[in-house]
């Protein structure tokens, strides 16, 4: 049996509920952890971080596999499925915590994430500037396991019927040739 060659992706689009729910749906996607980065204490709670005191962003981060996925279609994806236009804030959640960002974690990662955002730009793919952020990964703290998985646990929750099914909506309709097949 071949070994996988699974390269990692670090992304914060607003709430981690919402970007794991979309990357978990992908082929070549085999892990997705919601969690917290590029901020200044170590092993930070959640309460901590959506105080907006702690300088981390919500993320994910992603384990894939480039045959099946490259990193440059996980950020067209990541850029559809969230705003980069607006900073510091996803729809009603709001502060440094919910920044729109990629965290690179090599050279050819942070290239192509300059790219995508140049090319998004000269396409005029948003009526606003993107204002995400690329910068060189840090330390990667997992969230509390009450945040894992969090959409295909809480379904019924309000929240995750009004801002995390348009999302999946959106992926299924703009990126069906990407999706896990299922059974």
């Known amino acids: ?19 794991e729910a979309v990357f978990q749906r992908l ?20 309460r901590e ?11 994910i981060q992603i384990l894939f596999d480039p045959e099946k996925i490259n ?17 510091n804030r996803q729809q009603n959640d709001v502060g440094t915590q919910y ?7 090599d050279e050819e990662q942070k290239e192509v994430a300059e790219k995508v955002i140049d090319l998004l730009e000269r396409e ?3 009526e606003d500037r ?3 952020e690329v910068t060189e990964a840090s330390a990667f703290y997992e969230a ?3 945040h894992q998985d969090f959409y295909n646990r809480h379904r019924e929750q309000p929240y995750c019927q009004y801002i995390i099914d348009p999302k999946i909506t959106k992926l299924n309709k703009l990126f069906s040739d990407k999706l896990k097949q299922t059974g």
């Open 1 to 19: 049996m071949k070994e996988k060659n699974l390269k990692k992706a670090t992304l914060a689009g607003g709430c981690f509920w919402c970007t």
């Open 27 to 46: 082929e070549g996607v085999e892990n997705v952890r919601s969690g917290f980065t590029g901020g200044t204490i170590k092993n930070p709670p959640y």
């Open 71 to 87: 990193y440059r279609e996980i950020l067209l994806i990541f850029f559809a499925t969230h705003d980069p236009t607006t900073l």
């Open 99 to 105: 920044r729109s960002a990629i965290f690179y974690h």
């Open 144 to 146: 509390e396991q009450e």
């Open 124 to 126: 005029r793919a948003f």
């Open 49 to 59: 971080v959506i105080s907006g005191r702690t300088g981390h962003a919500e993320a």
């Open 130 to 132: 993107i204002v995400t």
